[in-house]
DNA sequence: CTGGATCCAATTTGATACTG
DNA sequence: CAGTATCAAATTGGATCCAG
C-alpha cells in the first residue's frame, strides 16, 4: 500500500476515533451547543472526559468555541465546516454498526 | 441522541479504530496474503501487534485464518464477505484524511 | 458554569525470548 | 514460518480536587 493512502487514514482515525468524538460531532451537527447541555445529551461521559476531547476537536478545527463574556460562564461550541465534512463518514458508521451488530459487551 | 445510534458508532469504532486494522483490511481486500506477505507491506507494525490485530478481526470475523497443515508452516488470511462490507467506509477515511490532513506529526 | 491540574486504572502497542 | 508468553512503554479514559 502507499503510504499516502495509510497517512490519510491515520489522519481520519486520530480524528474520530476518540471513544466519545464522533458522537458529540453529531450532536453538535444539528446545534451549537454549550458545555452543560452536550453532558446532558451524553450522560454517560465524564465531565473530566467530555472537556478532553471537547478541547481535542477544538485543536483539530472539528469545532469551535465561543465563550460568552458572562458570569456565570457560558461557553457555546458549535460545528465547523471543516467538521461538518466528516458527517458522511459518521452516518456511513452508524450505518455499517447498525447492519453489523458486533458483541459491544 | 439515541442510545442506538450511539451504539451503532461504538461498534463500528470497536471493529476498525484499532492503530491498524483499516490498513490491514485493505490490504486482504484484493488478495489473500499469509503471515509474513501482510508483514512485509506494513513493515511498521511490529510483529506481535500484527499477530494481535489479526486475531481480533478473526474474533471479529472481518477476516478468516487458514492454516495449511504443512512445515513450516503457512497461514493465509484473507478477508470475509462481512469484512469486505466495511470497504466503503475504509475508502471514505482515507478521502476524508487525504483532503483535510492535520498534523498526525 | 466551565474547566485546569493531578493522579490512577485500563487499554493498547511494542519489545524480547522461546517453541514446534 | 507463525505463534505463545511475558513484560515494558505509551496512550487514553476517568476520578477527585480545586478555581475564576
Redesign the interface.
Known sequence: ?KV????????????V?G?WK??IL??LFDDSLRFSEIKK??PEIHHQTLIKQLKELEE??LISRYEHAVVPPKVEYSITE?GR??F???K???????????N?E
Open positions: 500500500m499516502e493512502t495509510m497517512n490519510n487514514i491515520k489522519t481520519t482515525l486520530k480524528v476515533c471513544k464522533g458522537i453529531i450532536e445529551r451524553i483539530d478545527q471543516y465534512s466528516i458522511p463518514l459518521l456511513e458508521m452508524e450505518q455499517w454498526g447498525k447492519h453489523h451488530r458486533v459491544v
